[in-house]
């Protein structure tokens, strides 16, 4: 475990190291919307976090895969209301299963079920991975999407989201498809971003300071 700052009037976020996500960005992402950021590949340290970010690039199965050794304490988490934000591979492990498994010959792979649903591919005529800037739009109030509707985020990515209920999907854009950009678990305290905050300019640093503020708030 690396401690990036140790400045404990700040609101305090961990960052899960399970070898597939931008740590650096993430990390200076966070500390410039305000938080004292810890990178840690030990899952006990999830026990004592105040907020968790599950960042992620990379492949479903491998993500989950890495992510085994943290799945009972990220659901414990979750059980306990701690603010939970998975970022782009991140918030798609937070759903049910993802056919990028079944299509990589590795079957079902079980993802972490906090947001019960399905990850599928882009099956149009767009090209795949979708890479670039797209406008976001807010579906239903939520404290991590406030200031951002109309604005652009970017995205890489090849998946998107198909939650099972509607009611957790919390803000789209379009690519051939519209698809969730942010989606969130019932209680909503375990949320995520298909588009990569730390990446997205003002419109990200937003998102962030408000997972910040969710987290002091808790």
């Given amino acids: 475990m690396s401690q990036q700052s140790l400045d404990r009037t700040t609101t305090s976020v961990m960052v899960v190291d399970y070898g597939l996500g931008n740590l ?7 500390e410039r919307a305000g938080a004292s950021v810890t990178i840690s590949d030990d899952p006990a340290d999830l ?14 199965g491998e993500g989950m895969d890495n992510a085994g050794p943290f799945r009972a304490d990220l ?7 701690v603010p939970i934000l998975g970022i782009c591979l991140g918030m798609q492990m937070l759903l049910t299963s993802s056919e990028e498994a079944n299509r990589e010959g590795q079957g079902d792979v079980e993802g972490l079920d906090l947001v019960p649903g399905r990850n599928v591919r882009f099956t ?25 509707d109309g604005e652009y985020a970017y995205f890489v990515h090849s998946y998107y989201a198909e939650p099972d209920d509607t009611d957790a999907v919390v803000a789209t854009t379009e690519y051939g498809v519209e698809f969730p950009a942010v989606v969130a678990n019932e209680a909503g305290t375990v949320f ?11 419109t990200g640093l937003r998102v962030l300071r408000n997972f910040v503020n969710i987290v002091a708030e808790e």
């Fill in 24 to 30: 650096r960005s993430a990390t200076r992402g966070l």
């Fill in 47 to 60: 026990r004592d976090a105040d907020g968790i970010v599950l960042p992620g690039v990379g492949a479903f």
């Fill in 75 to 81: 659901v414990a988490a979750a059980e306990e209301g």
């Fill in 124 to 148: 149009g005529t767009q090209k795949v991975p979708h890479m670039g800037w797209n406008e976001l739009s807010v579906e239903r109030p939520h404290p991590l999407v406030e200031g951002v």
């Fill in 192 to 202: 995520g971003t298909q588009f990569h905050p730390e990446k997205s300019g003002e």
